[in-house]
């Protein structure tokens, strides 16, 4: 379980007032999926900046299983983070940029790579393995990102701008994570992403998360 309980966060840099005075607090069980939307400026980035490790709150919690996170750096967190593009390593082939996500040092053992290749066949990206992310389409791109999965993942938008049957394909790999036991927070104004992989909906208002449900945390 993903528990957030009274995550406080203020920008240094605003004035009383500004902005909000930020406070999440929701949890997130293994293979569950929480969309959030929430009109521009009202801190989407913000709660997958604390969450990701990012930005450091002032109080609160956040643990995954048990143990907390908020000691972690963002690397060591477990948590993969695919936005709407600038997701990969543009000096590193598609088989690292996937590989990162099971050796962060870059070391795969064999076993690891050939995991490496069956994924990347699996989501037909066989033929992609040496090239760079410059040289894939924006859907392929995205694959790699979601391919890198891990037990959590927050996404932002991931699946904008791509056409029908691209985002269909994103959607699977992302069930798939799902049914792999992954947490996931989707940031997301699209009713049909929503739709399609979303257990329970949040919006965010006055620097609050408001879940649609009576488990808010
Ligand atoms: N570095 C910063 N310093 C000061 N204020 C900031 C900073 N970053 C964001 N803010 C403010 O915090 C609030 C929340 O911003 P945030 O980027 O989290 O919103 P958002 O919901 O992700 O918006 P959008 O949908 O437009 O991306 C906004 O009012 C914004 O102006």
């Not at 143990?67 to 948590?79: A, S, Y």
């Not at 904008?160 to 799902?178: C, H, I």
Request: glycine residues 10%; negative net charge; contains cysteine.
């Amino acid at each position: 379980m993903l528990e957030c309980r009274d995550l406080i966060f203020h920008y240094d840099r605003c004035e009383p007032g500004e902005t909000p005075d930020f406070c999440f607090s929701f949890r997130l069980a293994p293979g569950e999926c929480l969309s959030v939307a929430g009109p521009s400026g009202t801190g989407k980035s913000t709660l997958l900046g604390l969450l990701a490790g990012f930005l450091e709150p002032a109080s609160g919690s956040l643990a995954w299983q048990g143990r907390d996170l908020l000691m972690q750096p963002p690397w060591e967190r477990g948590i993969t983070t695919v936005f709407q593009e600038h997701n990969l390593f543009d000096q590193l082939p598609v088989w690292l940029n996937v590989g990162l996500g099971l050796a962060p040092d870059m070391r795969l053992t064999p076993a690891q790579q050939a995991r490496v290749r069956e994924g990347l066949a699996e989501v037909g990206l066989a033929g992609l393995h040496d090239r760079l992310p410059a040289e894939l389409s924006g859907g392929q791109r995205q694959r790699v990102a979601l391919l890198r999965g891990s037990r959590i993942l927050l996404l932002d938008e991931p699946f904008s701008g791509l056409d029908e049957a691209t985002r269909a394909g994103l959607w699977d790999l992302v069930r798939r994570q799902k049914a792999a036991g992954a947490a996931v927070l989707l940031v997301s104004h699209d009713r049909d992403d929503i739709e399609a992989l979303a257990d329970r909906r949040a919006r965010l208002e006055s620097g609050q998360l408001l879940v649609d449900s009576c488990d808010a945390g």
